[in-house]
Nanobody, 114 residues
Framework: VQLQASGGGLVQAGGSLRLSCAAS????????MDWYRQAPGKERELVAT???????DYADFVKGRFTISRDNSRRRLYLQMNSLNTEDTAVYYC?????????WGPGTQVTVSS
């Protein structure tokens, strides 16, 4: 299983970014997928999750601002991030679980400036 996140960068507060995660080596269409993030000095935290059928759930701190989605035909996971603020600055990771084992991509840095 390989996951590769991309789309991070530097954005001003109030701006938007769209993260993408390319998956390979797995049956993507049947896998639940997650976005996590880790800010400097903080523990990694769950941002959003999407089931194989497309139902999604979000952490309270991103509800109404972020949208998780997937394209099973392209084996890609997305995170649309709107109304970004400085507290969203973190490394963002995509993650899945296959046969009881967690797999993580290398992460993409998101920096929100004030």
């Amino acid at each position: 299983v390989q996951l590769q996140a991309s789309g991070g960068g530097l954005v001003q507060a109030g701006g938007s970014l769209r993260l993408s995660c390319a998956a390979s080596g797995m049956h993507f269409s049947i896998a639940a997928m997650d976005w996590y993030r880790q800010a400097p000095g903080k523990e990694r935290e769950l941002v959003a999750t999407i089931a194989s059928g497309g139902s999604a759930d979000y952490a309270d701190f991103v509800k109404g601002r972020f949208t998780i989605s997937r394209d099973n035909s392209r084996r890609r996971l997305y995170l649309q991030m709107n109304s970004l603020n400085t507290e969203d600055t973190a490394v963002y990771y995509c993650k899945t679980r296959v046969c009881g084992k967690d797999f993580w991509g290398p992460g993409t840095q998101v920096t929100v400036s004030s």
